[in-house]
T-cell receptor
Framework: AQRVTQPEKLLSVFKGAPVELKCNYSYSGSPELFWYVQYSRQRLQLLLRHISRESIKGFTADLNKGETSFHLKKPFAQEEDSAMYYCALYAGGNEKLTFGTGTRLTIIP | SAVISQKPSRDICQRGTSLTIQCQVDSQVTMMFWYRQQPGQSLTLIATANQGSEATYESGFVIDKFPISRPNLTFSTLTVSNMSPEDSSIYLC????????????FGPGTRLTVL
C-alpha cells in the first residue's frame, strides 16, 4: 500500500528565507504527487501537481524517484505563505488519494 | 475546477443523535469522496460515494455508522449516526472532475462538535 510521510509537523521560517517542506513516499508503481494547501479559514486547495511541472505562488516541487521524494520549495518566503501544507499521492485508476500528515508552515515577519 | 458547497457548515450535536451532511457540486463529477479531519490530524478517507450503488468504505469505517447516499452525479450525503464525542471532527466532501480522475477539489467542510 502507498504511504506519504511529511516528517515535519511544524516549520517556522523567517520572511525572505528559503522554504523547503519535505515529503517522502512509498509506492511500487509510478505515482502522481500533489501538494495541497489550507490557509487559515479557507478550504483545502490544490497548490501544484508534479506532472504539470509548474511554479505556483513561487513554489516548485520536483519528483525524485530515486529518493522517493517530492519536496516543496520556495526561494524567498512571504508572510502569506503561512498555512498548512499536505503532500498527497495518487496511485492511478480508482485508487484513493493518500495524504501525508501535513506541515504547518509559519513565516516569521 | 468544480464549485462545491456543504451544508451545514457547522453543528453542535448531542451524543446519540445523527447528523446528515450534504454535498452539492455545480457540475457533474466522476467521483465523490468523504473525508474526516480530526483536530490536529491529517485527512482520512471515509468512503467513496458511488452513484447508483453502495458506497465503498475504507478500513475502519462501516455503513451503519456512516451511511452515504449519492442519488446523482452532483449530490451526496454523509450521515454520522449515533454520535459520540469522538466523532467531533471536520467532515469534507471532495470530487474529481470529469476527465481528470486524479486531481481532487474539496468542499469547505462541516465542523461537527458532539457534546
Amino acid at each position: 500500500a502507498q504511504r506519504v510521510t511529511q516528517p515535519e509537523k511544524l516549520l517556522s521560517v523567517f520572511k525572505g528565507a528559503p522554504v523547503e517542506l519535505k515529503c517522502n513516499y512509498s509506492y511500487s508503481g509510478s505515482p502522481e504527487l500533489f501538494w495541497y494547501v489550507q490557509y487559515s479559514r479557507q478550504r483545502l486547495q490544490l497548490l501544484l501537481r508534479h506532472i504539470s511541472r509548474e511554479s505556483i505562488k513561487g513554489f516548485t516541487a520536483d519528483l525524485n524517484k530515486g529518493e522517493t521524494s517530492f519536496h516543496l520549495k520556495k526561494p524567498f518566503a512571504q508572510e502569506e505563505d503561512s498555512a498548512m501544507y499536505y503532500c498527497a499521492l495518487y496511485a492511478g485508476g480508482n485508487e484513493k488519494l493518500t495524504f501525508g500528515t501535513g506541515t504547518r508552515l509559519t513565516i516569521i515577519p | 475546477s468544480a464549485v462545491i458547497s456543504q451544508k451545514p457548515s457547522r453543528d453542535i450535536c448531542q451524543r446519540g443523535t445523527s447528523l446528515t451532511i450534504q454535498c452539492q457540486v455545480d457540475s457533474q463529477v466522476t467521483m465523490m469522496f468523504w473525508y474526516r479531519q480530526q483536530p490536529g490530524q491529517s485527512l482520512t478517507l471515509i468512503a467513496t460515494a458511488n452513484q447508483g450503488s453502495e458506497a465503498t468504505y475504507e478500513s475502519g469505517f462501516v455503513i451503519d455508522k456512516f451511511p452515504i447516499s449519492r442519488p446523482n452525479l452532483t449530490f451526496s450525503t454523509l450521515t454520522v449516526s449515533n454520535m459520540s464525542p469522538e466523532d467531533s471532527s471536520i467532515y469534507l466532501c471532495s470530487v474529481t472532475a470529469s476527465g481528470s480522475t486524479d486531481t481532487q477539489y474539496f468542499g469547505p467542510g462541516t465542523r461537527l462538535t458532539v457534546l
